[in-house]
């Protein structure tokens, strides 16, 4: 993998070809190889799989504020489960 791209394809069921996704990406390799095409279906999954994309290639933490919620509930959640096993 060598880059994460964002609008890459149309909506899924779409009729027009034309129309690009804003919640689609593809995992590149190299600048016209695509190895993987997704489309999300709204766009906190998309923040939750494009960070944990970034994340597992290395490229820092999570960047937008969908995962940084969701990853605060999970583990508020999974402190609260601990608390009450004790």
């Not at 940084?68 to 009450?84: D, N, P």
């Amino acid at each position: 993998m060598t880059d994460l791209r964002l609008q890459t394809g149309c909506p899924v069921n779409t009729r027009s070809p034309n129309l690009i996704s804003k919640l689609s990406f593809s995992i590149m390799s190299g600048p016209e190889l695509s190895l993987l095409d997704l489309d999300a279906v709204h766009a906190a999954q998309l923040a939750e799989w494009t960070d944990g994309i970034r994340v597992l290639h290395g490229e820092g933490g999570m960047v937008s504020k969908e995962t940084g919620s969701y990853v605060h509930v999970s583990l508020l959640h999974t402190s609260a489960r601990l608390e009450a096993d004790s």
